[in-house]
């Protein structure tokens, strides 16, 4: 058995490790385009803010820590261009050498996470306007921080947007943010939000709702964001509006793309569940559960941020 993983971060890394567990003698490889696997992505803006100081702590495995001790084939810097459900072979390019090659897989599970999204606005690529999604983009916003940044405007008022507010308060940073909805984190009820809101103005961050950012210039090397009713020139923008899945750069993959890029898979769609002793992996399912439809490859027994921040007190 033979078991291609594409993706190589949270989903895809926990998946590769209970298909290990599943199967001791399944030769599973997990392809990761970026230079890093299994890193802590919910402590980077805890490391942009200085409470995690240590870069290395954001590291929990390496493609030789993988190998070691799961006997996984974890390659970086390997992207997965195409996929072909007739012969069962993704097409790769190693983004080091630029080699192209094929490799063959039984069962494929995708796991490519989902990109920051870009509102198609006028502006929106000021080399200022930046995203936090992994390892990269963290250094990029801390080479910005560390040549000087005395304001900064953060759009979107959901958990990213809170973490990067709070993070750039702890570097005694200037922060506006700016929310398209009445509420910051619409996930919880109105009256808890207003208790965020409250807490975010007494640490002098300046909270604007039912605000939306309409388009952005440069302003000799500043940005110069248009409110409509107002502008603000501000060091650094951080855009976290929310996400959409990483599939959308792979339109010639397994199934059709849904209207929000995701992963629309068909009845008669090519992806049989395989037997795994005892369990089944239905791959492209990780996240749904269906009852008598077998046992999810991994499912997270907490939530990402409460696991990273229980790891980072046992340090």
């Known amino acids: ?17 209970r298909l290990r567990r599943l199967d001791e003698s399944a030769d599973i490889v997990v392809l990761e385009r970026d230079a890093y696997v299994s890193f802590a992505n919910c402590g980077l803006p805890y490391h942009i803010g200085g409470d995690i100081v240590d870069r290395d702590a954001l ?12 006997d996984l084939d974890v390659r970086t810097g390997h992207e997965v261009l195409s996929i072909d459900r007739e012969t069962k072979h993704v097409t790769i390019r190693n983004r080091h050498s630029f080699e192209e090659y094929a490799e063959g897989y039984d069962a494929l599970v995708l796991a490519t996470g989902a990109t920051p999204l870009r509102p198609p606005l006028p502006g ?4 200022r306007i930046l995203t936090l999604r992994n390892i990269p983009d963290m250094d990029a916003i801390i080479d910005v921080l560390d040549g000087g940044v005395a304001s900064a405007v953060v759009v979107g008022g959901g958990y990213i947007g809170l973490e990067m507010v709070e993070a750039l308060r702890h570097r005694n940073i200037e922060v506006t943010l700016i929310e398209a909805l009445e ?24 909270v604007l709702l039912s605000t939306r950012a309409v388009g952005f210039s440069d302003a000799d090397g500043s940005v110069l964001v248009d409110l409509g009713t107002e502008q603000i020139t501000t060091d650094l923008v951080i855009m976290a509006v929310g ?32 037997d795994l002793r005892g369990g089944r992996l ?7 559960h269906r009852r008598g439809g077998g046992h999810p490859v991994g499912w997270p027994r907490e939530s990402p941020g409460a696991h990273c921040r229980r790891q980072h007190r046992r340090a």
């Open 1 to 17: 058995m033979k078991v291609v993983v594409v993706g190589g971060v949270a989903g895809g890394m926990s998946a590769a490790a």
């Open 59 to 70: 590291m929990l495995q390496t493609p030789e820590s993988l190998r070691e001790s799961l």
């Open 124 to 127: 929106v690529e000021h080399h």
């Open 183 to 206: 509420q910051v984190m619409t996930v919880v009820d109105r009256e808890m939000a207003t208790i965020l809101e409250e807490h975010l103005a007494v640490n002098g961050v300046r």
């Open 243 to 274: 996400v959409r899945p990483e599939l959308a750069r792979r339109r010639g993959g397994p199934a059709a793309v849904g209207p929000w890029c995701g992963h629309r898979r068909p009845a008669h769609a090519n992806l049989r569940p395989v």
């Open 282 to 288: 239905r791959a492209g399912d990780r996240h749904r």
